[in-house]
């Protein structure tokens, strides 16, 4: 790719989070992050789901780069890993995944989110370059933290990519400024501490944390960790610019594979359905 083209896909890479977020803001409302792993069950049909999620009310999608040794991820999201890799997925293979969802969608926000040993294993200049002619708009790499922000931080955000990165109950103030000084996009705030679809925090520790997050950033907030219903949705809602949902989804998968782990005929559609669901807890 040309340094224009570059430049080029990098301005619009960094356009639909921001325009996305501004389109919420003006409609009153709070957003809906999906997260879905990337080639669960197969690729075909991972792609038929993320071709229908804008549809369903999928604001800004996040997509699982699958990974054998997560931190962060429980069971669930654990075992989609597992079954997106038994199918042949890989990190190239997801960036294509990208690249087709493109191919039918130039509006809707592209987040990836995983671990740093798939990114280092094809190369941070492949991944990037990659990632930026696929339509990525952002990255939340879970394992790299601030004092490493030279090794892959820096370069992406050179690279137009937005830095989407994780704040936690245990993030104190003295901590915070350190986390916010590379974000871009929004602000990913884990709600309860362990790993994910295990727990859920309440109205009043999220209020309060988002509060708090507040009075050191401008740049929109999402939450995240244990939010599996309509009703939670709409909760988060009215404090945060929008809700995360990803292993309650990642199950809706599951509950769709038959006893060979192959997809049943409806897969995407009941998926679609849940996130239509979801996306009304939004909306009243």
């Not at 356009?15 to 997260?35: H, I, M, N, P, Q």
């Not at 804008?54 to 079954?83: C, H, K, T, Y």
Request: charged fraction near 25%.
């Amino acid at each position: 790719m040309s340094a224009g083209a570059a430049s080029l896909a990098a301005d619009s890479a960094q356009s639909r989070l921001e325009k996305r977020f501004a389109e919420l803001k003006a409609a009153g409302r709070a957003g809906l992050v999906t997260y879905l792993t990337a080639g669960d069950p197969d690729v075909a049909t991972s792609l038929e789901i993320l071709r229908g999620l804008p549809a369903a009310g999928a604001d800004v999608i996040e997509i699982g780069m699958p990974f054998s040794d997560p931190m962060a991820d429980g069971p669930a999201i654990q075992a989609a890993s597992l079954r997106a890799l038994d199918a042949g997925m890989t990190l190239a293979k997801t960036l294509d995944l990208v690249a087709a969802f493109r191919e039918t969608d130039d509006a809707t926000p592209v987040v990836l989110m995983g671990y740093y040993n798939p990114i280092y294993a094809l190369g941070n200049d492949v991944f990037l370059r990659r990632a930026v002619e696929a339509g990525v708009d952002g990255l939340i790499v879970v394992d790299l933290p601030p004092e490493e922000d030279s090794e892959l931080c820096q370069p992406a955000r050179a690279a137009g990519l937005h830095w989407i990165r994780l704040a936690t109950p245990t993030t104190d103030d003295k901590r915070l400024p350190r986390v916010l000084a590379e974000v871009s996009g929004f602000l990913y705030y884990v709600s309860v501490m362990g790993i994910t679809g295990t727990k859920s925090a309440t109205r009043a520790q999220v209020t309060e944390a988002v509060t708090r997050l507040r009075r050191h950033t401008d740049v929109p907030i999402a939450v995240g960790f244990g939010i599996k219903t309509a009703d939670a949705v709409r909760e988060v809602g009215s404090v945060a610019d929008a809700a995360v949902v990803g292993s309650a989804l990642v199950e809706r998968v599951r509950s769709n594979l038959d006893d060979t782990g192959r997809a049943r005929p409806g897969l995407a559609e009941d998926v679609q359905g849940f996130v239509r669901e979801l996306a009304g807890g939004l909306k009243t």
